[in-house]
């Protein structure tokens, strides 16, 4: 009973093994880069006309009868093939064409049986076959077109050799990935002479280029000289003013002592001449106080009494007149009372009446001869007042001539100043060759005509004074309308000069 038990267990793995074995060998997997075609068996394969007689099996697994149906595979792989093909253009031109044609059998079940049928057991020969078919139709779309046609426009070319070989790729069950036309060579230089003249273009352009690259580096170059130059420059003036004040320092340093000698010798005369103005000045003061001012006192004193003596003769005189007026008057009122009383009388005598007119005439004379005699007598004080005025002026200016003379001037300043620069009212064109220095000793020239005056003034009283002093008098007397003052007394004639000044250019 056991030894059955391991008959049994024995067969039953012994036929285990076999159909292992027997499923191995029918049992085959389509790659995903390949195809199965299995033949030997009525098969019908969707998408394909019925009774093909094959069977395509393509990523997945299927049982295969060894002995009864053939399996083989078809590479689905990416396949190339090397074009160069020698053309004629349309204009008669001799090119050759080099280009790369990647193509692969379909993936749908027609183009795989097409690809079978025909590249089963050539699969090798495939990229010959390939060429082949597109070297002829490249060969017919290169005549219909030009050299520049191809140059410009490669898609057009690519495009249209794929067009044209589509119908018969897809008979052959193959689709083209990609098609490149890598070169067209030119035998006889046409593409090399038609690409001349924008060859010469293009280097003319890079010729300008690069000599507007070089002309803006040489600019550059020389600023950046130029830079150096200045810069250099600069340095050079820097180092020089630098040095100018160092050598001015030294010098300064060299001059301190002669210069702080000078300095201090010009302060000692500064100081000195000032200490000689305030001399001047106090001297000036102190003849103001102690000869101008009394003499100024006096001479007003003696004008004031004068004039006060003038104005109490006029009163006088002019009271006598006015006394003698109205005697006068009270007598012509009672001579012609008394007059036209004896008219009255002799009335009624026609004789009386000669008498009365005669009277009456006699009466009015004596009126008038009244008034005549206090107008005479008025006058005459009033001339003896003047006559004491102009003798006490003449006494002050015997006096203090100096300061009566300076006083005067004092006052008549303005005018003398103007009178001095009238000289320049005619003057049209006036030429300064030494500038502000010249006018203003010009305008000095002018007003020192004043001071001529004043000269003049002291040299006429100097001779009067002398000529008094021979008389033994010490006055100047003025009356009768013949006294003699100075500068503006009444009685006088201003002293003038008359300093002709002509237009001149300088």
């Given at each position: ?163 044209a070989c589509g119908t018969e790729m897809e008979k052959l069950g193959l689709i083209v990935d990609s098609l490149q036309i890598h070169e ?323």
């Amino acid at each position: 009973m056991p030894m059955f038990v391991g008959v049994v267990a024995g067969a039953a793995v012994l036929a285990l093994i076999v159909v292992v074995t027997l499923f191995k060998l029918m049992w085959r997997v389509a790659e995903p880069n390949e195809a199965l075609i299995i033949s030997g068996s009525k098969h019908r394969t969707e998408g394909l006309e019925e009774g093909m007689g094959f069977r395509i099996v393509t990523g997945r697994g299927t049982l295969v009868l060894p002995g009864v149906q053939a399996v083989r595979k078809l590479s689905l792989d990416l396949n190339e093939t090397e074009l160069s093909v020698d053309c004629v253009t349309h204009q008669g031109i001799p090119l050759k064409v080099r280009g790369v044609v990647i193509f692969k059998v379909g993936d749908d079940f027609v183009s795989i049986a097409n690809a079978g049928r025909r590249f089963l057991d050539q699969q090798k020969l495939m990229a010959e076959r390939v060429h082949n078919v597109f070297a002829g139709h490249l060969r017919s779309i290169v005549g219909g077109l030009t050299v520049e046609d191809m140059i410009r426009d490669r898609e057009k070319l690519t495009g249209q050799t794929r067009a044209a070989c589509g119908t018969e790729m897809e008979k052959l069950g193959l689709i083209v990935d990609s098609l490149q036309i890598h070169e067209i060579e030119d035998p006889t230089g046409y593409i090399k002479n038609l690409a001349m003249p924008h060859a010469a273009a293009v280097q003319r352009d890079a010729r300008i280029a690069q000599a507007e690259a070089n002309r803006l580096a040489t600019e550059a170059e020389q600023a950046s000289f130029a830079r150096m130059a200045e810069a250099t420059r600069d340095s050079e003036i820097l180092q020089a003013g630098y040095q100018a004040e160092r050598d001015k320092a030294g010098a300064k340093s060299r001059q301190a002592g002669p210069l702080a000698d000078a300095a201090a010798r010009q302060e000692v005369v500064v100081q000195e001449t000032r200490v000689a103005e305030l001399e001047a000045q106090r001297r000036e003061q102190q003849l103001q106080a102690d000869v101008r001012k009394p003499a100024d006192a006096s001479a007003y004193e003696k004008r004031t009494l004068a004039e006060a003596e003038r104005d109490a003769r006029i009163s006088a005189a002019q009271a006598k007149a006015k006394e003698t007026e109205l005697a006068a008057s009270a007598e012509a009122t009672r001579v012609k009372a008394a007059a036209a009383a004896e008219a009255q009388a002799t009335e009624a005598r026609g004789a009386a009446a000669a008498t009365a007119t005669r009277a009456t005439g006699e009466a009015e004379a004596a009126a008038a001869r009244a008034k005549g005699l206090a107008a005479a007598e008025a006058t005459r004080a009033q001339g003896l007042a003047e006559a004491e005025t102009i003798k006490a002026r003449a006494a002050a200016l015997a006096e203090n001539q100096e300061a009566v003379v300076a006083q005067q001037l004092a006052e008549n300043w303005p005018q003398i100043v103007a009178a001095g620069a009238g000289a320049f009212s005619s003057v049209d064109h006036m030429v300064l060759l030494n500038g502000a220095d010249g006018l203003s000793d010009l305008f000095a020239k002018a007003l020192t005509m004043g001071g001529t005056g004043l000269g003049l003034a002291r040299q006429l009283l100097a001779s009067m004074n002398e000529t008094s002093g021979a008389n033994g008098t010490g006055e100047m007397e003025g009356r009768g309308g013949g006294a003699a003052a100075v500068n503006g007394f009444p009685g006088t004639a201003p002293l003038t000069q008359k300093v002709p000044v002509q237009d001149e250019e300088v």
